[in-house]
């Protein structure tokens, strides 16, 4: 744990194993131990290992896989392992990691598009969020925006705030409207 | 059109590199864009209504001949001189838009290079130079575009001109029937009304005669390419090869990228699967070349390079291309998600077997800091990335592709220390059991090489490890002698 794995990388003339550097930070998951001690410090142990303060929950892909590959990084910003998948965790640990990820990640969702405005190239947006209503002006929708999926896109307004729109064709007929004026 | 557009990127694709050897980015970009934008106009906006107004000239004139025949034979008169006329101007007005083609295209180049490259234009304060060479490249579109309308406009109005004798000629020979009592006034008046309805289509084809010089000019240029010969992957007769052992053997090869100027010459080596060859060389000396002959991108002038005992222009192309990875000095990116650049080699690749080829190439420790990791959109060419990422990027990419024969050119150069120690790092476990091709100009980094191969003047001039070599006293040694002199000067300075 913790050290490359670098078994194959002797020269095998016949099958090449390529990926010699397997999930070297792989932990048991059930000696995973995540709590807060004081309130405002996250810590993991690994149950008979090691242990760690101030860590840091990131995810690997937060747009393409949210729930999926979490890693753990230290102070050093340093990855101590990684977890497949948040089902693979007891609930308070997944409850502590959602909460971290939350604080980590700020995306509003968007549900109702109120308006959108455009200007030379500027656009302003008036919608309903997950987080209430919110105003954002994004500068060249064609740039900042970025499809994750055939109906999903992404948002980047100027001061970097981003809106989600998780389904575009789940939108109401009014908002999609205004969308695809500026899209 | 789209279909036109589609078979020219294709053919882009499969063009060998000796096509845009002589070819510029701008230029080949202006005919997907502008060529076939004439080609579109005139397909959307003219071709479709060639029918329409041929059959109203057809049945109008029949009308008038059913009318009138001798007043008709009048009204064509003009007809045989306006037809010599067209096929004269013809040729003019199709040199005219070839110009303007070439010309747009040079402008494009322009625009590519100068916003490609506005880092440098800055850097050097060269932006008023750049604005007057674009000046230059515009005003010269804008005179052909001119002289081309020049032309297209007398023309044009030599041919109303000409057109407005039968007009002539009608009242003419008209008043002289009415006053035979040939003809009563109210069949002329008529006559002459079906006459003005015969111009409209007229003038119509004289404009889409126009449209018709500029879409073939057009054309012509986009055929240019999608007739060009592409590579062969299509060849029938190729020998496929799935699983390549890596067996490498040039067997007297020569090369020159123009025809009577030798790049390599007489070059015999034999490399065993698995084996590491480093290429050493001054710069030009054609260890690149020696390279794109195994990947094929240009193939010998002479003898033959083989590959598991097979000549390698017999070999599949796609089964050749895919089994052969290359890691370069300046890794190129597209604009898409970290996760996409990796897998670029193997689109269906898991998530699972991305974050593993990144870890093997020391890239998951940067990319797990990034706000987006995986996801993060590294921009045009990689521009969000610094040089040593966008290299591990590549490094990841080429061990997810599993080639069974990796070239690395210049793979380590120009990076911080510690970067290089971690892309070395990655390195060691990328060539593992792959027959590779290894270029570095800073010769410590061949260190691990099973063989170096010394190249002078195109021709092979030592092989050996690295101490045989150095025991040799030869061109290799003095390469290392004085390289260790520069290191020396360069450490004492600083």
Redesign the interface.
Known sequence: MGSDNTQGETKSLNAITPITVTHPERVDIDALRLFREPAWVLRLTIEGDRSYTRIKIVRAAPLSHPDQYISFLDAKDEEICMIDSMDQVDEPARALIREELDRRYLTALVRRVTSIRNEFGTSYWDVETDRGQREFVVQNVAENAQWLGDHRLLIVDVDGNRFEIADLTALDKRSLAAVEQVL | MADLRADLFRSMQFLPLRFYDKRKVGSLISRMNNDSDQVEGYLIFDAPFVLSNATMIVGILALLFYMNWQLTLYVLLPVPPILIGSSLIWNRLQGYWRRWSARWARLSTHLNESIGGIRVVKAFAQETREGERFDRHNHALRDVSVSAERSWLVFFMVTNFFMSFGAFFVWYFGGVQILDGQLKLGELMAFISYLWMLYQPLKWFGDFYSFMVRAFAGAERIFEVIDARSEPFEDPRATPIPHI??HVHFRGAAFGYDPGKIVLRDIDLEVQ??EMIGLVGRSGVGKSTLINLITRFYDTSRGSVEIDGIDIQSLRLEDLRSQIGLVAQQSFLFNG?I?ENIAYGKPSAS???I???A??ANA??F???K?????M?VGEQGNKLSGGEKQRIAIARA??H?P?ILILDEATSSLDTPTEKKIQEAI???V???TTFAIAHRLSTLRSADRLVVLEAGKIAEVGTHEELMALEGIFYQLVQTQQATSAVMATEH
């Open positions: 052992r890596g699967p698995g998600t996760a998530f699972e077997e974050l593993r080829a870890r093997a998951h420790e990319i797990i800091g706000n987006d990791g995986y996801d959109v061990i997810l599993d069974k060691t476990r990328l593992a059991g792959r």
